[in-house]
T-cell receptor, first 113, second 112 residues
Framework: GENVEQHPSTLSVQEGDSAVIKCTYS??????FPWYKQELGKGPQLIID?????GEKKDQRIAVTLNKTAKHFSLHITETQPEDSAVYFC????????????FGKGTKLSVKP | ETGVTQSPTHLIKTRGQQVTLRCSSQ?????VSWYQQALGQGPQFIFQ???????GRGNFPPRFSGLQFPNYSSELNVTALELDDSALYLC???????????FGPGTRLLVL
């Protein structure tokens, strides 16, 4: 089955700097990779996703890159703001099942003003 | 458009009791997945419901069961509660055949 590794587990940056979170996956058949942001006391919020037919996707200050050969994908946040502080999770589908997302262990991002 | 809602927000139970958690899917979504999130961990897949039937299950014992209703809302039932069942229980909805899942705020369960 799919296995997703995420690092770093914690990341602290100054406001305005960039932040990068990396994930690797094991199942070469996986073709969909979402990123979620979870604030304290809330459920995960989908912030961006990418499918395997593209290598990069951007949405304002957020971008995701995918390297299918190396089986890794990354989240890039530019011009970080204090409100970006949260736990970020990457995920990948297990065994092609659309219902079963396998999540990484999360990265706690702290943006210092 | 109404997002995914869950009830209750918090719940305290004792070992051996049972609990029912509820979820209303996002408008237009007919597929519901349940996840358990232990403190400091990523969500773990429990099961998915589509057309009122279980459509995939994770590594959880049979005392975790569910239902989906004709209006696509869903319940998660857990019997014989154990201390390790203390967690945030998340519901996510999606479209038929859709990969994108949208999560609710979760129900925080504490088992004493």
């Amino acid at each position: 089955g799919e296995n997703v590794e995420q690092h770093p587990s914690t990341l602290s940056v100054q406001e305005g700097d960039s932040a990068v979170i990396k994930c690797t996956y094991s199942d070469s058949a996986s073709n969909y990779f979402p990123w979620y942001k979870q604030e304290l006391g809330k459920g995960p919020q989908l912030i961006i996703d990418i499918r395997s037919n593209v290598g990069e996707k951007k949405d304002q200050r957020i971008a995701v890159t995918l390297n299918k050969t190396a089986k890794h994908f990354s989240l890039h946040i530019t011009e970080t703001q204090p409100e970006d502080s949260a736990v970020y999770f990457c995920a990948a589908p297990s065994g092609g099942s659309q219902g079963n997302l396998i999540f990484g262990k999360g990265t706690k991002l702290s943006v210092k003003p | 458009e109404t997002g995914v809602t869950q009830s209750p927000t918090h719940l305290i139970k004792t070992r051996g009791q049972q609990v029912t958690l509820r979820c209303s899917s996002q408008s237009g979504h007919n597929t519901v997945s349940w996840y358990q999130q232990a403190l400091g961990q990523g969500p773990q897949f429990i099961f998915q419901y589509y057309r009122e039937e279980e459509n995939g299950r994770g590594n959880f014992p049979p005392r975790f069961s569910g239902l989906q209703f004709p209006n696509y809302s869903s319940e998660l039932n857990v019997t014989a509660l154990e201390l390790d069942d203390s967690a945030l229980y998340l519901c996510a909805s999606s479209l038929t055949g859709g990969e994108t899942q949208y999560f609710g705020p979760g129900t925080r369960l504490l088992v004493l």
